[in-house]
């Protein structure tokens, strides 16, 4: 039997007139009313469907009202369904009696009144449809319960588990059916259960609202487990009180986690504190100034360079890095005459150096400090272990400290300081350097993080947009991207070929950096695609993703502009969700602001479409959609950043690539982009009466638009309907022969030219492939078409391509007798 929450109504009667009659009086309740004609048909539908209430008929042939009544009570599924006797029998007593006895809620008289008939049937439709939701609201809890990660429990009022799920029997070890039942202070440990009761009684009492604390629970192999505690009181009242809901989870593992961290923590604590003396933390105060002032990888180098040279009073420092987690060392920056600041620091990876420069490098101290990862001293000539003579040597130092970069246990690299003074360094200034070395590495470790969750973002970024955009007959397109400041945001544009014909443009921007913004970006344009792809308006598809921002609830509100452009090239639908207005660039050197369709970014309204404009775009027009960092200058009015816009786009070139360039350059300037950047141009190709021409590129899609496009300019030109029809279908055969045939439907591009001179079209079809021979022989006529549809048709076929010239003279509506028309 099919169960609903929206009540049906049952009317039994004899007499059609009846029921139509109480079919009339109940309409208006707007629920589903099912008429039988007997009793036994009314039994019938019961077993079939549910019925809020019943309105019975008693005197019926076959089974009257009362047996009717008296069969269904005595079905189980049917029991309690409400029934209204409703009869023209004259008001005796038993009559009414037994009505009422056989199980009916009421038993109305004709002529009864239709306003109160209603009202006492939409009682009962109410009380059915509530106790309906009511199941399913009961249902969903059982689910939710017996499917939580996190062990759940129902408590009676005296102090008995009635209900546990899996999750809680998991935790303890026990069958789950052995824990129906028992006491749930069982579950406690027996010093903590005094203190557990008492809150409970609390509950139960209504002076506390929710009892959340950690308590330790008995597992039944005897150990004992530390979770997580939430009880509160279900809002029912089970026999004997206030029936109780527990939350556990187990923490145990997290404590022990925390205390063996906190132990850690500890110990470095006091670890720091033995090692810190007065000229120490100076001096380490010293480099991590350096590293907390600089994100560069390359600032921080030369910075570290000057810190530690004056340190130490070195004449040359080194820095030798392992990139990218390889083994071998490579030298990253080094600094002669570091002690005075007098030096010059060079990055030995871009730089080649000169006379002077980039002469102290100490290669083979790096490699034996990174190789024993251990710092190591080499006082004067004398002294030193024969692998650093020759170091000695060619580096002109007197004595040399090499210390290891350490990072979670690596070797990272290695600085050497290097003094022209024999014995110049002792053990007390390796030990200062190794600590500084601490500091440094860590510095460089996080800089060069940095660098790299940059290149990250930034790759992830333009992984997000668009590689190539959609290249149709009939229009340009171009875009450009460039980000702002030291961090990626969620600048983005994308450019969508849609199913039905047409593109769908969209350009946004998700409010804030790094990849999260990045991320957001991406789940948007994926989601904007599949919407466009489905066909669905631009306000629809900013209504849906502005529920699918609701639905990823990160806060991070969002503005897009999304236009749909129809396959002609000729109108655009359009919505805006908080981005700055679209510009359009007319080919009667005017440009126009779209301030209609806008509305609320995403993120910010609930439910509802957005407004929508439309706007038509001339053969020649110009789009262009952009971002907030292109027209926004703090301290400047918005509406004069899009002014200087304005003007940028009727001052450059229609050509939307060297358009692009030149509005980003006019817009940014010197000053660069603050902000993140995107901008996109969208031109229509304007359509001059005497000569079209086309590169088409080689996919069947093209020669659609290409068709398209040729009937509009052969409607400018004066053909006729049949004459535009034939000469399209002509052009069409042409174009796919070259597709298929000169590059076997490879990328390449078909050239069209279509001109018009003295009333006569002419068309070239040109590529630069190499035919090939039809093979199968039910094809190959495409020429004979082609012939039979235009005047006259000529093939040149060359070495470098072929080319197919089409003409036929216009004779326009109506074509004069005895022309020669095509066959």
């Not at 069969?71 to 409703?86: A, D, G, M, N, S």
């Not at 544009?493 to 849609?498: F, G, P, R, S, V």
């Not at 002609?568 to 007319?586: C, F, I, K, N, Q």
Request: charged fraction near 25%; proline fraction near 5%.
């Amino acid at each position: 039997m099919t169960v609903g929450r929206n009540g049906r109504v049952l009317l039994v009667d004899d007499e059609p007139d009846n029921l139509v009659a109480l079919t009339a009086v109940l309409e208006p309740l707007g629920r589903e009313l099912v008429s039988a004609s007997s009793g036994e048909e009314a039994l019938r539908l019961l077993l079939r469907q549910e019925f809020a209430v019943i309105l019975l008929d008693v005197r019926m042939p076959g089974l009257d009202g009362f047996e009717t009544a008296a069969l269904i009570k005595q079905r189980e599924r049917t029991r309690y369904v409400p029934i209204i006797f409703v009869t023209a029998a004259s008001e005796d007593t038993e009559q009414v009696f037994r009505g009422y006895s056989q199980g009916a809620v009421d038993y109305l008289l004709k002529p009864y009144d239709p306003a109160v008939l209603r009202s006492k049937v939409a009682v009962f439709v109410d009380l059915h449809e509530k106790d309906a939701a009511l199941k399913e609201s009961e249902q969903r809890f059982r689910t939710a319960f017996a499917n939580a990660p996190s062990g759940m429990a129902l408590l009676s009022p005296d102090g008995r588990v009635t209900q546990a799920n899996r999750a809680l029997a998991d935790m303890l070890g026990c069958a789950h059916a052995d824990l129906a039942g028992s006491p749930w202070e069982s579950l406690i440990h027996p010093d903590e259960r005094a203190e557990d009761r008492d809150a409970r009684s609390e509950l139960a009492e209504g002076t506390r609202a929710v009892y959340r604390t950690e308590r330790r629970c008995l597992h039944t192999e005897g150990r004992v487990i530390v979770a997580a505690l939430s009880v509160s009181p279900t809002g029912g009242q089970g026999q004997g009180g206030q029936q109780l809901i527990a939350q556990l989870e187990d923490v145990t593992e997290r404590q022990r986690a925390e205390r063996e961290r906190a132990e850690r923590l500890r110990e470095q604590a006091a670890r720091a504190e033995a090692e810190a003396m007065e000229q120490m933390v100076r001096s380490v105060q010293s480099v991590s100034d350096a590293a907390l002032a600089h994100l560069a990888l390359d600032d921080l180098l030369s910075e570290l360079l000057d810190r530690i040279g004056e340190m130490l009073g070195a004449d040359a420092v080194s820095i030798w890095l392992r990139e990218g987690g390889g083994e071998e060392l490579v030298l990253c920056a080094t600094r002669q005459g570091a002690g005075s600041k007098s030096g010059a620091a060079t990055d030995p990876r871009t730089d080649s150096g000169g006379p002077g420069q980039a002469e102290f490098a100490g290669r083979a101290l790096a490699e034996l400090v990174a190789r024993e990862r251990r710092q190591v001293v080499i006082g004067d000539r004398e002294e030193g272990d024969p692998p650093f003579v020759p170091s000695l040597e060619e580096d002109g130092m007197g004595s040399l400290i090499g210390v290891p970069l350490m990072a979670e246990g690596e070797v990272r690299g290695v600085v050497c300081v290097g003094s022209r003074t024999a014995g110049r360094f002792d053990d007390n200034d390796a030990a200062l350097l190794a600590l500084v070395a601490e500091r440094a590495a860590l510095a460089i470790g996080n800089a060069s993080l940095y660098e790299r969750e940059h290149r990250i973002v930034e790759t992830l970024q333009r992984s997000l947009l668009p590689a190539r955009m959609p290249q149709l007959p009939g229009m340009s397109i171009a875009a450009r991207y460039q980000p702002g400041g030291a961090d990626v945001g969620g600048d983005w544009y994308d450019a969508i070929e849609l199913d039905g014909g047409g593109v769908g443009l969209a350009m946004g921007d998700v409010v804030g950096h790094g990849i999260e913004a990045a991320a957001t970006m991406g789940e948007l344009r994926n989601a904007l695609r599949a919407y466009a792809l489905d066909g669905l308006r631009p306000g629809l598809v900013l209504a849906r993703l502005d529920h699918l921002v609701e639905q990823l609830q990160d806060d991070r509100m969002t503005t897009l502009t999304y236009a749909v452009i129809d396959p002609d090239w000729t109108e655009m639908r359009y919505a805006s969700a908080g981005h700055p207005p679209p510009l359009v660039l007319r080919p009667d050197g005017s440009a126009e602001l779209l301030w209609d369709g806008r509305s609320t970014p995403l993120g910010v309204r609930s439910g509802g479409e957005y407004e929508e404009g439309t706007v038509r775009l001339d053969g020649g027009s110009t789009l262009l959609l952009y971002t907030d960092g292109l027209v926004e200058v703090p301290g400047e009015d918005l509406l004069d950043g899009l002014e200087r816009l304005r003007v940028a786009g009727l001052r450059g070139d229609p050509d939307p690539d060297v358009l692009c360039d030149h509005v980003l350059e006019t817009m940014l300037g010197d000053r660069g982009a603050s902000d993140d950047v995107a901008v996109l141009a969208f031109r229509t190709m304007p359509l001059a009466p005497e000569l079209l021409r086309l590169e088409l590129p080689s996919d069947l899609s093209s020669l659609w638009y290409a068709r398209r496009l040729l009937g509009r300019w052969l409607d400018r030109a004066g053909a006729s309907e049949r004459e535009a029809r034939e000469i399209q279908l002509a052009a069409h055969e042409a174009c796919a022969n070259a597709v298929e045939h000169a590059y076997r439907f490879g990328d390449s591009i078909v050239g069209f030219e279509a001109a018009l001179v003295d009333g006569e079209v002419t068309l070239k079809i040109t590529d630069t492939g190499q035919w090939r021979e039809p093979v199968d022989v039910g094809r190959g006529r495409g020429i004979s078409l082609m012939q039979g549809l235009m005047d006259t048709v000529s093939v040149d076929g060359a070495h470098r391509g072929t080319t197919v010239e089409l003409t036929r003279r216009l004779y326009g509506e109506p074509e004069p007798a005895g022309a020669a028309l095509p066959r």
